[in-house]
Structures are given as structure tokens and as C-alpha cells.
């Protein structure tokens, strides 16, 4: 997405931590998400946070925003293989009805 | 119990055909999308659905046209389909056109040959 940028490619060890960023541009955004793909199958929607948050954490997920970066994290504890799909970052804007602005998504790769 | 679930998942076809994608969901909610993914899984928004009014039409050719006979439903139909058409084309909805999350069927891979 031309207003919300990611890094393509992740790999890391099973049971170590990942961590997949995403930059957006507009300040105005009022809810981030992150949402997973596994292959053949739509987007699942992981969480959310709103723009006056800090952190927010999900049992094995941990979520971070940086509002004055303008910078927003997804971090995964203890990463299995089944955690391997397509992560994208996406941005709420508002008065939009545009919904949802997603970022190019990121492809996480757990090896064993 | 699928949520949101579209038809058929797989279509080949040749260009210049006329093609339809279906899209249902059992959610409730008022406001239903299509987005397009392509090869390299950017995903874009093509028209989004308020209860079966228009909200959302991105720059599309007009050879796409969405039809929404009840909120539950929104198709997609494509006229003389070309090789660009090629992508996976996702139906989603959300509760209402604010901030609620969207919830994505698992995709149609249109193959245009």
C-alpha cells in the first residue's frame, strides 16, 4: 500500500520471538490492525489498537505503537510453525469510508 | 456457519467472457467490500456496500459491476474479462461503515487466460 509500508520477508527459529513492522503515514489514523494470511485463505483479523494507545497485548501477541514514529509493531512470543502466513498492517482513517488502508503485507517464516 | 463465504473459489476463463463472483454473509452487518489482490498480494479496495447503497467506488474500470439485491449479498460482476483482471478477489464485511473490523472471505483466484 502506497500510505503504509512493510517489510516483505521474515524468518526466524521456531520458540524464538518475531517481530513484524509497519509505518504509516497518516498521523489522523485511529485504529491499526493486524491481520493474517494463510495460504488459500482470506484475511483473519488478529487485533487492534486504537490511537491512544501504547500497547496492547494479546496472549502470545504483544502490540506496539509509536504514534509520533508513526511506527507499529506485531510482536509473536514463542513463534511455531503454524504462525507461518502473510502479515499485513492496516490503518483506519477518520470520516473515511474508505475502511481499511493495508500495508504490502509481510510473509513470516518459522523454521524448525 | 461460514461467515462470509464467496463462489465459486477457482475460475479460469478466457478473455472477453462475462463473469460473476457471489458473495454472502451471516453476520449482520450493514456494510460489505471488494477488494482486489494481485501477484504480489497488494490488496486494494474496489467498492464498498452501506445497505445496499454504493459508499465506495475506487477507480475501476466500469467493466466491473457490483450488485447488491440485500445486505447479506454482495456480487461482483466483470464484462469482457482481460489477462490484468488475473488476481484473488476477496469479499468482506464489517458490522457498519465506521471502524469495525473487517472479517474476509477466503477469496475467488480469477485465471483469465
Known amino acids: 500500500g502506497e500510505d503504509v509500508e512493510q517489510s516483505l520477508f521474515l524468518s526466524v527459529r521456531e520458540g524464538d520471538s518475531s517481530v513484524i513492522n509497519c509505518t504509516y503515514t497518516?498521523?489522523?489514523?485511529?485504529?491499526l490492525y493486524w491481520y493474517k494470511q494463510e495460504p488459500g485463505a482470506g484475511l483473519q483479523l488478529l487485533t487492534y489498537?486504537?490511537?491512544?494507545?501504547d500497547m496492547k497485548q494479546d496472549q502470545r501477541l504483544t502490540v506496539l505503537l509509536n504514534k509520533k514514529d508513526k511506527h507499529l509493531s506485531l510482536r509473536i512470543a514463542d513463534t511455531q510453525t503454524g504462525d507461518s502466513a502473510i502479515y499485513f498492517c492496516?490503518?483506519?482513517?477518520?470520516?473515511?469510508?474508505?475502511?481499511?488502508?493495508f500495508g504490502s503485507g509481510t510473509q513470516l517464516t518459522v523454521l524448525p | 456457519d461460514t461467515a462470509v463465504s464467496q463462489t465459486p473459489k477457482y475460475l479460469v476463463t478466457q478473455m472477453g467472457n462475462d463473469k460473476s463472483i457471489k458473495c454472502e454473509q451471516n453476520?449482520?452487518?450493514?456494510?460489505m467490500y471488494w477488494y482486489k489482490q494481485d501477484s504480489k498480494k497488494f490488496l486494494k479496495i474496489m467498492f464498498s456496500?452501506?445497505?445496499?447503497?454504493?459508499?465506495i467506488n475506487e477507480t475501476v474500470p466500469n467493466r466491473f459491476s457490483p450488485k447488491s439485491p440485500d445486505k447479506a449479498h454482495l456480487n461482483l460482476h466483470i464484462n469482457s474479462l482481460e489477462l490484468g483482471d488475473s488476481a484473488v478477489y476477496f469479499c468482506?464485511?464489517?458490522?457498519?461503515?465506521?471502524?469495525?473490523?473487517?472479517?474476509f472471505g477466503n477469496g475467488t483466484r480469477l485465471t483469465v487466460t
Open positions: 456496500y452501506n445497505n445496499k447503497e454504493l459508499i
Open positions: 492496516a490503518e483506519s482513517r477518520p470520516g473515511s469510508a474508505r475502511q481499511l488502508t
Open positions: 453476520l449482520g452487518h450493514d456494510t
Open positions: 468482506a464485511s464489517s458490522q457498519d461503515r465506521g471502524h469495525s473490523p473487517l472479517h
Open positions: 497518516d498521523s489522523s489514523s485511529t485504529y
Open positions: 489498537i486504537f490511537s491512544n494507545m
